[in-house]
């Protein structure tokens, strides 16, 4: 039987082991013929905040910005950092979707316009000392999200596949519509996807794993300087 491209890649995804150490990166090809980046956590923590990580600090594997930035320099939404919430009265409801951090593993879930923000909701995020910020979740429960916007950007991504370990980035090599993303990322195997600030903001960087060099990631990065927020990988 000869399976497709696509088909193959996942195939060799899910074989990997979960307890696999380290930053891992795979190369995809989605069905739409668009060549992909896989940033596979594995083993790795996540983490979010409003401080630029550190090119220097070993420890990080891989930094994106996340959460999109306000005109005067602050995160878009309500967020919050181990436990203390921000923005409690900022909340978007168009953007549907949001992102919670607990014991270095990350959850993406839709916010119904804002409702799930609940007193109670956020009271919990106290207790636990959970990390969360808003963006725009692009697949649901296995089906990719519609969108308007046709206009065409390079792509990145958070990505949950199937098997709870299968979690990491997924970012687009070439420029491609929300449309073309979306449905790739749902073709590839892709659960949940939550998308993460591109655009002039789209500068980012990995460690190699095997080299140890830094490597930078984003085609335009021309407003680095105004990014707000980062999530990133670390051992």
Known sequence: ???PLYVLCILLLSARAASAEGLSISRLKGESGTHYSYFRKNDLAVGWGVKRPDRGDKAVMLSI???FTTTSGGVVGIY??????HNRRAISKPIGGALII???DFKIFPTKKGAVFSDAFVSSLKKRKATLFQQFQIVVDGTPASFKDKKRYQMRALVQFKAKTDKGVI???????FLT???DLAGLGVVNALYT?????????????QSGRVV????????????SNWLYFYK
Do not use: C, H, L
């Open 216 to 227: 930078t990631i984003g085609n335009d990065r021309s407003a680095t300087e105004k990014q």
């Open 197 to 209: 600030d591109m655009g002039a903001w789209d500068e980012g960087w990995y460690r190699d794993p």
């Open 80 to 85: 919050a950092i181990n436990g203390k919430v």
């Open 65 to 67: 910005p996340a959460a």
């Open 102 to 104: 607990e014991d270095g």
């Open 1 to 3: 039987m000869v399976f």
């Open 171 to 177: 970012e687009s090599k070439e420029e491609i519509s």
């Open 181 to 183: 993303f979306n449905r």
